[in-house]
């Protein structure tokens, strides 16, 4: 396991709330494109490449299929992020990014300063006994809750995807990251709302659209 940390706030965790939901498209429809091309049955690379051409869209980046939020009212349903990817454990003054591998925890990132008394608490080295500690951490109201989300692209520590290349950036790592998931979401600059692209056997076979 590693341990990191690091006295600022990341614009990593990308949590984020959504009011609204409009339903776009199925692989059972024949021809369906947003604005830019992209298409029902494309590859992801074929999707990538043309969310690139769009000036309109900067980034892309993995969306899970639920950002589950537990806190003192759901806090039973704790087990439902043991498979997760990252977890970000946050409280009064407190921060913590916590990545997870086939049920194992394999680094911790203590983001602020405060955070190291709940780290002195969690066993890292005991999944279960981490997530037991973690569940009473909450009740008795240490800290406030803990976010499943997308693990983080280790070409450049954000969980995003510049479309625009960037200097010295590895493209090659980028691309492994993202295309290892099948549900990616961008927005448009400007915009509030934002798709959410759903592949199944590299193929896009939904396209949804939420504001």
Known sequence: MQYRSRIWVLATSLVLSFTGYLYVASAEQSVLSTEGGIVIGQSKQ???????????????????????????????????????????????????????????IWEIEEVTSSSREVLEKLPTDD?????????????????????????????N???????????????????????????WDFSEEGKRSHYILIFQDDKLKNIEYRR
């Open 127 to 155: 999944f279960d006994a981490f997530f037991g500690v973690l569940r009473e951490l909450i009740l008795d109201g240490t800290v406030d809750g803990v976010q499943s989300l997308p693990r983080k692209n280790p070409n």
């Open 157 to 183: 520590d954000r969980a995003i995807v510049s479309t625009i290349p960037e200097p010295n950036s590895n493209t090659e790592v980028d691309f492994e990251w993202l295309f290892s998931y099948d549900r």
């Open 46 to 104: 074929q999707v990538f490449d043309a969310l690139v051409k769009r000036e309109d869209v900067l980034s892309v980046w993995p969306s899970t299929v639920s950002r589950t939020y537990i806190d003192r009212e759901n806090v039973e349903d704790i087990g439902l992020l043991r498979d997760s990817d990252m977890l970000v454990i946050s409280g009064l003054g407190i921060f913590i990014n916590v990545q997870l591998d086939n049920q194992e």
